[in-house]
C-alpha cells in the first residue's frame, strides 16, 4: 500500500468494469483506502469475492445508455470516476459490426458514463481517471478498433478536461502498457510473442493490475489537485524504447 489507509474515507467512487482485471483491481484498491466503492459490470459466474470490504456489485452494460441513466439517478453522490470497461477483439476488428461494438463499449461506453455522472462529481468537486492505453500514442495492426478507441480516449480526456473543468473536475487517463490480466493471457503462453515484450520493456516484467491502481489512485488524490488532462503511462518504460 503506496497511501494512508484513510485517504478515501468518505468518499464515493463508481468503477465500471470493476468486476474483472484492472478494473476489479481499482475498485478493491479505492476500497481499500475508505472509499464507497460501487463496482460495475456484466454477470460472471466465476468472479471470487472481493478482498475489499465496501465494494457494491452493480450490474451494467455500458452500451445501455437507459441502464446508465437509471444508475446515476439512484446513486445520491459521487466524488470519483473510474471508466475500465472495455473488450479486444484481436484478429476480428476488421469486421464492421466488431469494430462498431469495441467502440461502441470502449470510447461511447465511457462517454456515457462521463455525462451521466457529471451532474453528481460537479456537487463534489470529483474527479474522472479514464483507460486509455499504449495504443493511443502508436497502431495496433491487429486491433485497430482497440486502438481507435484508446486513441479516442485520449482526446475525450482533453476535451473533457477542458469542457468539465467549469464545475471543478479534473478528467485524466492511466495508459496502461503489457499488464497481465485475462485480456493479455493467451500473449502471456505465447513465449514467441511475449519474448519480445518483456525484452523491450525497461522493467523486464509485466506490470500487474494493482500497478495501474496505484496510478489511478494517485490521480484520484490531492497529490494531483492540479493535473488535469493528463495521459499517465503505466507501462514499464515500454513507450521510451
Not at 51 to 73: K, P, W
Not at 209 to 238: E, K, N, R
Request: charged share 20%; glycine share 10%; net charge negative.
Amino acid at each position: 500500500m503506496s497511501f494512508r489507509p484513510d485517504l478515501l474515507t468518505h468518499k464515493t467512487a463508481i468503477v465500471t468494469g470493476g468486476t474483472q482485471g484492472i478494473g476489479r483491481a481499482v475498485a478493491e484498491a479505492l476500497a481499500g483506502l475508505g472509499a464507497r466503492v460501487y463496482a460495475t459490470g456484466l454477470p460472471s459466474s466465476d468472479a471470487a469475492a472481493y478482498r475489499s470490504d465496501g465494494i457494491t456489485e452493480v450490474i451494467l452494460d455500458v452500451t445501455h445508455e437507459d441502464d446508465i441513466r437509471a444508475f446515476a439517478q439512484s446513486v445520491t453522490s459521487a466524488d470519483i470516476l473510474v471508466n475500465c470497461a472495455g473488450i479486444i477483439c484481436r484478429g476480428e476488428e476488421f469486421k464492421l459490426p466488431v469494430f462498431e461494438r469495441v467502440l461502441n463499449i470502449n470510447l461511447i461506453g465511457t462517454m456515457r458514463l462521463c455525462e451521466e455522472i457529471r451532474p453528481l462529481l460537479a456537487k463534489s468537486g470529483g474527479c474522472i481517471v479514464n483507460t486509455a492505453s499504449m495504443l493511443s500514442f502508436f497502431g495496433g495492426g491487429l486491433v485497430p478498433a482497440y486502438s481507435a478507441s484508446k486513441g479516442g480516449i485520449a482526446q475525450l480526456t482533453k476535451s473533457l478536461a477542458i469542457a468539465y473543468a467549469v464545475d471543478g473536475i479534473r478528467v485524466n487517463a492511466v495508459a496502461p502498457g503489457w499488464i497481465a490480466t485475462p485480456l493479455t493471457e493467451a500473449l502471456q503462453n505465447d513465449e514467441t510473442r511475449a519474448r519480445p515484450i518483456l525484452e523491450r520493456t525497461p522493467l523486464k516484467r509485466w506490470g500487474t493490475p494493482d500497478d495501474v491502481a496505484q496510478a489511478v489512485i494517485f490521480l484520484c488524490s490531492d497529490a494531483s489537485a492540479f493535473m488535469t488532462g493528463v495521459i499517465m503511462p503505466v507501462d514499464g518504460g515500454y513507450m521510451v524504447t
